[in-house]
Nanobody
Framework: QVQLVESGGGLVQPGGSLRLSCVAS????????MGWYRQAPGKGREFVAS???????NYAVAAKGRFTISRDNSKNTLYLQMNSLKPEDTAVYYC????????WGQGTQVTVSS
């Protein structure tokens, strides 16, 4: 049974930073491309970034240059370092596999506000 548990969100001022984590269980984590997604209030879920099992990254335009996706296969953990945060980054952030998605976790709330 696949389980994805996101954490690390919070309230941060514009320009601040946060590091999100996603711990995956029930899968062979190191063999999977993983991604971050977000859903803002009243909007659909959108892609943020992905990282393949061989280290190739892909970022949404809104994330490029400010966010960095990484992984620690020894800990079955995916990370998202978010810098220079903007109010429009406010959303619930989720991790999942970009193709043939697993059941979504509960997500972690990120609120960027002064």
């Amino acid at each position: 049974q696949v389980q994805l548990v996101e954490s690390g969100g919070g309230l941060v001022q514009p320009g601040g930073s946060l590091r999100l984590s996603c711990v995956a269980s029930g899968i062979i984590f190191r063999l999977n491309t993983m991604g971050w997604y977000r859903q803002a209030p009243g909007k659909g879920r959108e892609f943020v970034a992905s990282l393949t099992d061989y280290g190739s990254t892909n970022y949404a335009v809104a994330a490029k240059g400010r966010f960095t996706i990484s992984r620690d296969n020894s800990k079955n953990t995916l990370y998202l370092q978010m810098n220079s945060l903007k109010p429009e980054d406010t959303a619930v952030y989720y991790c999942n596999r970009p193709t043939t998605m697993w059941p979504w976790g509960q997500g972690t709330q990120v609120t960027v506000s002064s």
